[in-house]
C-alpha cells in the first residue's frame, strides 16, 4: 500500500487538464475499515493537501458521527476520490467534475491492497455510479440505499447544495443519516 499511496501521490497524468497542477490528495492505509470514495478534492483541500478540509468535510464527519481525529486516522477511515486532483471551476460555478482518467487508473491498482475493508462509502454522483453502475436520480438511489448494504452506502456530496436538496427530502435526515452512523459504527467496532 505504501508503494501504491507514493505512487498516486506522483502522478501527474492529468496535468494538462489542472488549472492549478497536480496534487493527488488520498488518504491510504491498508488496514482501514471504511473507504470514502469522493468526488474531487476542492480549493481548499487542494491548497492543504488535506481531503475534506472544507465545510463539506465538517458536514461529512457531522453524517458520520465522527470527530476529526477518527477521520483522519488512515487505520480507520481511508479516502481515494474519483479523481484526486482539483479539477477546476465550471463556467457558471461548482467544480468541474473529476478528471474520467483518475479512478480507472487508480482505483484497480489501490483496492485489492486493502486488507481489513468494511465500509465503502461513495459520496456524490461520480462515485455512485463508477462503483454501482447506477442510473438511478441521486435521490432515489441515496433513499434506496439498504440495497447496496452491507458493502456500499451512498451518499449525496456534503455540499451547501446538499442544504437545500435534504430540506426537500426530509427522509434523508431521519432515515439515512441514523442508518450511516449505525453502519460507520458497526464498521469502526472491534
Not at 489542472?18 to 488496514?31: N, T
Not at 477518527?70 to 476520490?81: E, M, N, S
Amino acid at each position: 500500500m505504501e508503494r501504491a499511496a507514493a505512487a498516486a501521490s506522483a502522478c501527474t497524468l492529468c496535468a494538462p487538464h489542472l488549472p492549478l497542477g497536480p496534487r493527488p490528495i488520498h488518504q491510504l492505509h491498508r488496514d482501514t475499515r471504511i473507504l470514502i470514495t469522493s468526488q474531487a478534492p476542492g480549493t481548499k483541500a487542494h491548497l492543504s493537501g488535506i481531503p475534506f478540509e472544507d465545510a463539506s468535510g465538517e458536514r461529512l464527519r457531522d453524517w458520520l458521527g465522527l470527530d476529526k481525529d477518527r477521520f483522519y486516522d488512515p487505520t480507520q477511515v481511508a479516502i481515494l476520490p474519483m479523481g484526486m486532483c482539483y479539477p477546476g471551476r465550471l463556467p457558471g460555478g461548482g467544480d468541474c467534475p473529476p478528471r474520467p482518467e483518475c479512478a480507472p487508473l487508480w482505483h484497480p491498482r489501490v483496492l485489492p491492497l486493502f486488507s481489513g475493508l468494511r465500509l465503502r462509502l461513495l459520496v456524490g454522483a461520480h462515485a455512485i455510479r463508477f462503483v454501482l453502475g447506477s442510473r438511478l436520480p441521486l435521490g432515489e438511489r441515496v433513499a434506496r440505499f439498504a440495497e447496496s448494504l452491507p458493502g456500499h452506502f451512498p451518499l449525496p456530496h456534503p455540499s451547501w447544495r446538499t442544504l437545500v436538496w435534504a430540506k426537500k427530502h426530509p427522509w434523508f435526515d431521519a432515515e439515512v443519516i441514523p442508518a450511516l452512523r449505525r453502519e460507520v459504527a458497526r464498521a469502526l467496532e472491534d
